[in-house]
T-cell receptor, first 111, second 109 residues
Framework: EAQVTQNPRYLITVTGKKLTVTCSQN?????MSWYRQDPGLGLRQIYY???????DKGDVPEGYKVSRKEKRNFPLILESPSPNQTSLYFC??????????FGSGTQLSVL | GQNIDQPTEMTATEGAIVQINCTYQ??????LFWYQQHAGEAPTFLSY????GLEEKGRFSSFLSRSKGYSYLLLKELQMKDSASYLC??????????FGGGTRLMVKP
């Protein structure tokens, strides 16, 4: 089944403890992206990647890192999480930089 | 940057028709997406308009006017399961897809 898989689905952590949210797609898509969704602010893009080893900042990249060492994986790294990074995160991929296929989301709480 | 404006909430009755408007200002416009998002779930693709005009897909239709920076999503024969948020998302030449805050639609019996 073609899908975008994010893990974990829920995560509670404490300020400053490094964490990684994984994202994997099995559709051989070149484009992948991370979004965060907050009430009243909609979906905001964090980082995106046009292909392997190519990543670019979105609208809200501060406090986040990504890597794209292989086409299928695009992990989101929070080196030192803070409470303002509590949010719902979505990974997405696309075959042509247009129609996005979203993962199920990761609800992150930073205490 | 991009400015996207759509109503925050709308309410409609089962079986009725509802139109959700979206206005946008963006540079290097390529097209406009509409996504549906049920509470707690991931957005799912509804439509993508590149050219001016109306595109119909079953009970859902989407309209675009590039010169006016305006789009709408038209939902016919509303069903309770259509209660969701509807996200307007212009796509620009810089490979940026920007989402509006979404319109939360509540369908009542």
């Amino acid at each position: 089944e073609a899908q975008v898989t994010q893990n974990p689905r829920y995560l509670i952590t404490v300020t400053g403890k490094k964490l990684t949210v994984t994202c994997s797609q099995n559709m051989n898509h070149e484009y992948m992206s991370w979004y965060r969704q907050d009430p009243g602010l909609g979906l905001r893009q964090i980082y995106y990647s046009m292909n392997v080893e190519v990543t670019d900042k979105g609208d809200v990249p501060e406090g986040y890192k990504v890597s794209r060492k292989e086409k299928r994986n695009f992990p989101l790294i929070l080196e030192s999480p803070s409470p303002n990074q509590t949010s719902l995160y979505f990974c997405a991929s696309s075959p042509n930089n247009e129609k996005l296929f979203f993962g199920s989301g990761t609800q992150l709480s930073v205490l | 940057g991009q400015n996207i404006d759509q109503p925050t909430e709308m309410t409609a009755t089962e079986g009725a028709i509802v139109q959700i408007n979206c206005t946008y200002q963006t540079s290097g416009f390529n097209g406009l997406f509409w996504y549906q998002q049920h509470a707690g779930e991931a957005p799912t693709f509804l439509s993508y308009n590149v050219l001016d005009g109306l595109e119909e897909k079953g009970r859902f239709s989407s309209f675009l006017s590039r010169s006016k920076g305006y789009s709408y999503l038209l939902l016919k024969e509303l069903q309770m399961k259509d209660s969701a948020s509807y996200l307007c998302a212009p796509y620009n030449a810089g490979n940026m897809l920007t989402f509006g805050g979404g319109t939360r639609l509540m369908v009542k019996p």
